[in-house]
């Protein structure tokens, strides 16, 4: 019996990738790893934590967070992201929330909202790797998004009609990008909403990282410039996805949704159909914690990967051969290296982790095709500051090296 030959068609694209086994080799204490995506742990209010998790555990919550809930989420946490968003530029009410099991399950339930097979979204070239993975799921066409580009409206469209669909969606993560570090102006959020409207499709904005800035004026959301133009959110083709994975904790895996009603009310029917509801004793945990001082903890953390994020510049600048670039993220936790033309960032990570122990994720696994593999990404939120100084050392070392 050959068991593979029994799974649906959109499996075949789903892959185990390469770089996931080199990164298994991460698990030796001495290589200094820039490959992670992940908060430092000691970081976490873990305190705080504690005292919402017995709260919500006393005799007089436990029928409440042990019990089944409502698929749209807590209404305590609803509500307090409804004045969230009102804080960030986009009045709304509760009804305009949905609570997900992390960002990432919001972007699997839209995928499965808007992409029938070979329907086209686009997405950065690079983009996030796990929006790829859980779009991949619905068989769709990746095409480039490129507001700023020359491309008529019309002829996006028409590929995506010889493709066999329509453009449903613009992907786009606005602030610090995962992997890029890069921050869109005023001026590009505009654009990526005109181009919206000219392919007449839908936007999803990944705002996971948007409340780590460590420098420069915030920049509104892409919804808030929709919803100030358009006056009414109902009336919005940008979905926001928030997370509070990189501020309070990703282990609770707690993310939202805020939508027009419509797609909230869709989405509510998927939740259903999917996981029932995020689990509630997690939702009330963070809703307390939150509540309980969320700008505190995030000035706290800013404060942390600020200073790293300089250590690494200052590194970069004090190692790094001639003919390598990088990004200068504000914010968030990676800085994105583009390496000379021919060199290969897969080949040179098997050098880094033989020759030097250390690590960081070649950047062509975040194209949705072949492209990109002189390029990498590294990480600062994870590695201490002497690491950073070490680690950024070694690889200017592995750099000269493949490039003699
Ligand atoms: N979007 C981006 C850009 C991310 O980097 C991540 C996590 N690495 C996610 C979404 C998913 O985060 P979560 O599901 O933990 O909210």
Redesign the pocket.
């Known amino acids: 019996m050959q068991i593979d030959s029994f799974f649906a068609a959109r499996n075949s694209r789903m892959k185990a990738s390469e770089i996931r086994e080199l990164l298994k080799l991460l698990d030796q204490p001495d290589v200094i790893s820039f490959a992670g ?1 992940i908060p430092d742990p000691a970081l976490f209010p873990a305190e705080k934590f504690r005292d919402a998790m017995a709260d919500a555990l006393s005799d007089q919550n436990q029928g409440l967070s042990l019990q089944y809930s409502t698929s749209e989420g807590y209404p305590p946490l609803r509500e307090w992201l409804a004045q969230r968003m009102t804080q960030l530029g986009v009045p709304c009410g509760a009804d305009n929330i949905l609570i997900t ?5 919001a ?1 699997d339930y839209l995928g499965k909202l808007f992409l029938s097979p070979n329907d086209t979204a686009l997405v950065g070239w690079p983009t ?1 790797l ?2 790829l993975g859980a779009f991949n799921a619905y068989e769709p066409r990746f095409d480039r998004l490129d507001p700023m580009g020359n491309r008529a409206a019309a002829d996006v469209q028409a590929d995506a009609a010889a493709a066999g669909g329509k453009v449903k969606f613009s992907y786009l ?1 606005p602030d610090f ?2 992997p890029t570090g890069i921050t869109l102006s005023l001026q590009e959020r505009q654009q990526v909403l005109a181009q919206a409207e000219a392919l007449d499709c839908m936007v999803i904005e ?1 705002a ?2 948007q409340s780590l800035r460590y420098e420069g004026e915030e920049i509104p959301p892409i919804l808030s410039l929709e919803l100030t133009e358009k006056g009414d959110l109902d009336q919005c083709r940008t979905i926001y ?1 928030g ?4 501020t309070l904790s ?1 282990g609770l ?3 939202w949704v805020c939508a027009a009603r419509p797609v909230i009310d869709q989405l509510v029917l998927l939740k259903q159909a999917g996981d029932l509801h995020t689990a509630t004793l997690n939702q009330m945990a963070v809703a307390h914690v939150a509540a309980d001082g969320f700008e505190d903890h995030t000035r706290l953390l800013c404060a942390h990967y600020k200073a790293r994020r300089d250590r690494m510049l200052a590194a970069l600048d004090q190692h790094m051969p001639k003919g390598v670039e990088w990004t200068r993220p504000e914010g968030g936790m990676f800085v994105w290296m583009t390496l000379p033309k021919g060199m290969d960032g897969a080949d040179l990570l098997a050098a880094a982790l033989r020759d030097e122990k250390v690590a960081f994720v070649p950047g062509g696994a975040f194209y949705p095709d072949d492209d990109g593999r002189n390029t990498l990404r590294l990480n600062f939120s994870s590695p201490n500051q002497a690491q950073i100084d070490e680690g950024i050392k070694r690889l200017g070392r592995v750099l000269r090296a493949a490039m003699s």
Request: contains cysteine.
């Open positions: 995506g099991s992390g960002s990432q399950q972007l996030y796990g929006a993560s990008a995962n990944d996971a990282y996805c997370s509070f994975s990189k990703p895996r707690i993310g």
